[in-house]
């Protein structure tokens, strides 16, 4: 059982590169959610999915996209990245019957 | 939207003594968790606790929620324990949570 799977863990970007970030979940938990850590800055919300093919903006949505085709994945993505976007990236998973989260390990995203 | 307070932010202890992390909060919530973030960068879940009290061995957790507060309890602290604990919130059970910045705790041998 290995919870919620982040791949990478580490990337370097160049200013105006894309990428996508993966999460992959096998808890069969409805709900999945994105954040980005900075310094002194705490986790912070950037879009999250209450279903398969739903997904909603958080507090930080400008420059990334989101999208849920499957249950156990959630993709973020990153069109045009700029040196703003330097972060590490969590997803988290949880469910109707126990709103508890469960993270992944992180990505940490630097861009140059 | 929700403000979360969380407070010391910096703590510093010796092995074997209890600590008490609080957690204010500005609206009313129905979901209110307590993560502990370790030296190498994972999030633990520790308690999901909207109200009332729960224990996990040597952790413990109450939340007063007319009273907007909540706080976590770390009895015999070990050098493990050591890390960020982070306290988030919302009003709906599915919406993303609001963090606080977090109480940095470092448990010295």
């Known amino acids: 059982n290995a919870g919620v799977t982040q791949t990478p863990k580490f990337r370097v970007l160049k200013t105006g590169q894309s990428m996508t970030l993966l999460c992959a979940q096998d808890?069969?938990?409805?709900?999945m959610y994105w954040y980005r850590q900075d310094p002194g800055m705490g986790l912070r919300l950037i879009h999250y999915?209450?279903?398969?093919?739903?997904?909603a903006k958080g507090e930080v949505p400008d420059g990334y996209n989101v999208s849920r085709l499957k249950k156990q994945n959630f993709l973020l993505g990153l069109e045009s990245a700029a040196p703003s976007q330097t972060s590490v990236y969590f997803c988290?998973?949880?469910?109707?019957?126990?709103?508890?989260?469960?993270f992944g390990s992180g990505t940490r995203l630097t861009v140059v | 939207g929700i403000q979360v307070e969380q407070s010391p932010p910096d703590l510093i202890l010796q092995e074997g003594a209890n600590s008490t992390l609080r957690c204010n909060f500005s609206d009313s919530v129905n979901n209110l968790q307590w993560f502990h973030q370790n030296p190498w960068g994972q999030l633990i879940n520790l308690f999901y606790i909207p109200s009332g009290t729960k224990q996990n061995g040597r952790l413990s957790a109450t939340t007063v929620a007319t009273e907007r507060y909540s706080l976590l309890y770390i009895s015999s602290s070990q050098t493990t324990d050591s890390g960020v604990y982070f306290c988030a919130v919302n009003r709906g059970g599915a919406d993303g949570l609001t963090f606080g910045k977090g109480t940095h705790l470092i448990i010295q041998p």
């Open positions: 999915s209450v279903g398969e093919g739903t997904t």
């Open positions: 808890m069969n938990h409805e709900y």
């Open positions: 988290a998973s949880s469910s109707l019957s126990n709103y508890g989260y469960t």
